[in-house]
């Protein structure tokens, strides 16, 4: 059985003319997408755990009539058959479950404790069709799912297929997506004053916090964003390097404002062979951007600080492209990382550099692959329209920008972008 849902997007059309993207049309639509699930337990005290799928992969389960109805009814359910449950604790602030089954079936997700059960939301189906529950959560809570047969005979089996997913992906690129830290709910914070930021997927976040930086709700293009003080950083002291990125290829964003020098972002196993990640230098007073990667550090440099930057290292073992806002400010010999050692991830500095930089950093994205042209283009457009950022307009110094993604040679070309709802 395959469970179909679908998804709010925009369509984004932009014209690429002398070096330059304007904003032709931006359009909502839906679209369709087929997952996979796991089999649950009999009580919420034993709630099987399931992690979202970014790929929406569903699996096929088996709700044995054996079971016993653990008397929780939600308010979808239209009679009071067996039950099962399943748990997951949130990343991130939307995602759908979905559910498919051989009889009349609900859907219910709870917060809380299996002993005090909060509602949250739920949805029910007949047999052959699909429950679909939109959620929307807060990060680190656990939440549980029932999963509930509402017709047939006391001893029947229901089978079907469910699925929890992540709503978004950046641009709708999913290709080996590892990490992604966008301010909103995933920041914790208390007032103002931030303690955390967790990453919309997969399991790497910043737990250290340093002289508390704080957020603003509204400072990047309307969006909110984490500000450092020049005395203030996040950072993860052991993060394996598979956990964010390949050890050959790999693509990395991040949306910030260097108002100094020091490290934007970096994950650095030795300060000096083994890292990926964004400088603005000379420190204090920083005149430019710079990648560093293996093979040829210290060199790759462009862009303007002082102002919201899109940054992406665009890394394989052959080349490393640094490019910023569209363009590709420098390029360089490649290098690759070890990713089987662990090391600090930092955002805004960290443990062992005086280099603290004083900035304002609204989103970062890990890709453990390096992106086609299309896909860079994809998400670039999506963080360009999210923060009101001008690709293809940049006042670096450099002398050899290029239009990034393959687009060097058009003089005028429209570019047809797929973007998921943010």
């Known amino acids: 059985m395959l469970a179909f849902f679908s998804?709010?997007?925009?369509?984004?059309?932009?014209?690429?003319?002398?070096?330059?993207?304007?904003?032709?049309?931006?359009?909502?639509?839906?679209?369709?997408?087929?997952?996979?699930?796991q089999s649950p337990a009999d009580v919420c005290a034993s709630a099987v755990a399931i992690s979202p799928s970014i790929y929406c992969t569903t699996t096929a389960y088996t709700l044995p009539g054996t079971f016993v109805y653990d008397g929780i009814s939600s308010s979808c359910a239209t009679g009071n058959q067996d039950d099962g449950w399943y748990t997951f604790t949130a990343q991130t602030s939307n995602y759908t479950f979905v559910l498919g089954g051989d009889f009349n079936h609900t859907a219910a997700v709870y917060s809380g404790t299996c002993g005090a059960l909060v509602p949250v939301s739920c949805a029910n189906a007949t047999s052959g069709n699909n429950a679909i529950?939109?959620?929307?959560?807060?990060?680190?809570?656990?939440?549980?799912?029932?999963?509930?047969?509402?017709?047939?005979?006391?001893?029947?089996?229901?089978?079907?297929?469910?699925?929890?997913?992540?709503?978004?992906?950046?641009?709708?690129?999913?290709?080996?997506?590892?990490?992604?830290?966008?301010?909103?709910?995933?920041?914790?914070?208390?007032?103002?004053?931030?303690?955390?930021?967790?990453?919309?997927?997969?399991?790497?976040?910043?737990?250290?916090?340093?002289?508390?930086?704080?957020?603003?709700?509204?400072?990047?293009?309307?969006?909110?964003?984490?500000?450092?003080?020049?005395?203030?950083?996040?950072?993860?002291?052991?993060?394996?390097?598979?956990?964010?990125?390949?050890?050959?290829?790999?693509?990395?964003?991040?949306?910030?404002?260097?108002?100094?020098?020091?490290?934007?972002?970096?994950?650095?196993?030795?300060?000096?062979?083994?890292?990926?990640?964004?400088?603005?230098?000379?420190?204090?007073?920083?005149?430019?951007?710079?990648?560093?990667?293996?093979?040829?550090?210290?060199?790759?440099?462009?862009?303007?600080?002082?102002?919201?930057?899109?940054?992406?290292?665009?890394?394989?073992?052959?080349?490393?492209?640094?490019?910023?806002?569209?363009?590709?400010?420098?390029?360089?010999?490649?290098?690759?990382?070890?990713?089987?050692?662990?090391a600090p991830l930092s955002m805004s500095g960290n443990s062992w550099s005086p280099h603290l930089c004083n900035s304002e950093i609204t989103e970062a994205i890990f890709f453990a692959n390096t992106l086609s042209g299309l896909e860079l283009t994809r998400v670039q457009s999506y963080l360009a329209v999210k923060y009101g950022i001008t690709l293809g307009n940049n006042a670096s110094p450099s002398t050899t920008m290029n239009l990034c993604c393959g687009a060097t040679t058009m003089a005028s070309k429209r570019l047809l972008l797929l973007e998921e709802v943010w």
Request: glycine letters at 10%; one cysteine or more; aromatic letters at 10%.
């Open 7 to 37: 998804r709010l997007a925009f369509r984004v059309i932009f014209e690429l003319k002398n070096n330059k993207y304007t904003l032709l049309s931006l359009v909502l639509f839906t679209s369709s997408i087929t997952c996979r699930a």
């Open 133 to 342: 529950v939109y959620l929307n959560t807060t990060p680190g809570l656990v939440y549980y799912i029932q999963v509930q047969r509402n017709s047939g005979a006391a001893a029947a089996n229901m089978t079907g297929t469910y699925s929890l997913c992540y709503t978004s992906t950046p641009g709708g690129v999913k290709n080996s997506i590892k990490a992604w830290y966008k301010a909103g709910p995933n920041v914790v914070r208390t007032g103002s004053n931030v303690t955390g930021w967790n990453s919309e997927v997969g399991n790497v976040h910043f737990t250290d916090v340093i002289n508390t930086p704080t957020y603003n709700t509204s400072i990047a293009n309307f969006n909110p964003a984490v500000l450092f003080d020049g005395t203030s950083y996040l950072h993860n002291l052991s993060v394996l390097g598979s956990d964010i990125l390949s050890s050959t290829n790999n693509t990395v964003f991040i949306v910030a404002k260097a108002k100094s020098g020091g490290i934007i972002l970096k994950w650095d196993q030795n300060q000096a062979t083994n890292r990926l990640g964004f400088e603005a230098n000379p420190f204090p007073a920083a005149t430019y951007l710079r990648l560093d990667h293996p093979g040829d550090l210290n060199s790759k440099t462009g862009g303007t600080p002082g102002e919201w930057n899109i940054m992406a290292a665009a890394t394989t073992t052959a080349t490393d492209d640094f490019i910023v806002n569209g363009l590709t400010v420098a390029s360089g010999p490649g290098g690759t990382n070890n990713t089987a050692l662990t």
